[in-house]
């Protein structure tokens, strides 16, 4: 049957509709995480041609958002393989699964979720909680409090001895702190309205906002992946949890770190997975080019797209950087260089194009390098990488 004709006007639309949107479902033998359901299509790139130089912005219907990072290979472009597992863990993508992608300016895309039965996703899935964690047996202190077997005497990370709390024990998928009805039961908290303002105050003294959320009747905080992040928790890791609050209201959330890896140490220096310390290389300072340049140690961990840096590090040097994804320039033991750009996240710096520095000399976990920063006028202009295993 012949296409109809379409005015003008619709032609030009449906046209511009099918360049800023696009669809993507799996074919037999893939998964959510094979490589070919990183690439952004060809048509998108052409269509905007310098909306997706460095990185994208996905946001969903229930206003979560992810950023991801880009990387070129040949003459496609594909984000980078963490980001997207994220992505993918933290929606719990089905097999059956349909992700429909519209173009919202420069590097945005609205990403919505649909079922095999063609229903349309419109609330966060919620990610299922082992049944051990939250055990009803009744503690002899804190005035009845929770107790948690598998955490020796959790009540000794308090703050306040007084003040509810709970034990998390990190899974897969950590987008929100949810707190569990048994705990809102026990302790008959109450929580702000939807969206409102809370904080997650951090080890290190620092503090995070967090928005109250409410998940089928499951409350819980949006901003947990922030805490996650900055303090590289994984699957497996445990926090206590205490609440601050106001009558009966939450207002805030403790993190104390129970994982021996995740601890802080005496001098204040982080020593978490992946974190800075200057402690197990020997004489770092000799690695140098300029003595008196600000410099950290890395250890690589599993996942190197970027090269974070600390914030206790930062307030040493008293460091500054550039505008986010402005250049710099990663210095290499052979005298040539590779480009990168400034990144920031949520309050966390790092340098983007880091993974082609591992990959150019074939760095694995475990191997160690000094970071030396150049300073231009104060700001950080480039890392000077020196190899201290070899």
């Known amino acids: 049957m012949k296409r109809k004709k379409l005015p003008e006007r619709e032609e030009i639309h449906e046209t511009q509709s099918k360049k800023s949107s696009f669809s993507k479902s799996l074919s037999p033998g893939q998964n959510w995480k094979s490589k070919s359901m990183r690439i952004i299509p060809e048509e ?18 229930w206003n979560n958002s992810w950023q991801l990072w880009l990387q070129g290979d040949k003459n496609c472009l594909f984000m980078i393989k963490e980001d997207w597992n994220e992505f993918v863990d933290d929606n719990l993508l089905a097999s059956d699964d349909t992700l429909h992608f519209t173009h919202q300016g420069t590097m945005y895309f609205q990403v919505r979720i649909f079922k095999k039965d063609g229903k349309e996703i419109l609330s966060a899935p919620l990610e299922v909680e082992p049944p051990h964690q939250e055990p009803t047996t009744v503690s002899a202190s804190g005035g009845g409090r929770q107790s948690f077997a598998h955490v020796e005497n959790p009540e000794r990370y308090l703050l306040n001895p007084n003040n509810p709390y709970f034990e998390k024990t990190l899974t897969k998928t950590n987008t929100a702190l949810y707190v569990s009805t048994p705990v809102v039961k026990k302790y008959e908290l109450e929580f702000g309205p939807r969206n409102s303002s809370m904080h997650f105050l951090l080890p290190d003294g620092n503090k995070l906002e967090g928005f109250n959320k409410i998940y089928s009747g499951l409350h819980a905080f949006l901003g947990w992946a922030n805490v996650c992040q900055k303090y590289n928790l994984k699957q497996g890791d445990t926090v206590v949890c205490e609440f601050e609050l106001s009558g009966r209201v939450v207002t805030a959330v ?38 008196n340049n600000p410099y950290f140690e890395k250890t690589l961990t599993k996942t190197n797209s970027v090269l974070y840096v600390s914030p206790p590090l930062i307030k040493k040097y008293g460091l500054e950087f550039g505008p986010h994804s402005s250049s710099i320039d990663f210095l290499l033991p052979d005298g040539s260089k590779m480009e990168g750009f400034t990144k920031s996240y ?35 202009s480039a890392v000077r990488v020196h190899f201290v295993n070899e």
């Open 44 to 61: 998108i790139l052409r269509s905007n041609p310098e909306a997706f130089e460095h990185r994208v912005v996905f946001t969903v219907p």
């Open 254 to 291: 403790r993190v104390h770190f129970v994982t021996a890896s995740n601890s802080v140490s005496a001098s204040g220096r982080q020593t978490s997975r992946g974190r800075e310390s200057f402690d197990h290389v020997e004489s770092p300072e000799r690695y140098l080019f300029n003595p």
């Open 346 to 380: 949520s309050g966390l710096y790092g340098f983007l194009g880091w993974a082609a520095v591992c990959q150019k000399y074939n760095l694995k976990p475990g191997d160690t390098v000094v970071c030396e920063f150049e300073l231009s006028r104060g700001v950080v």
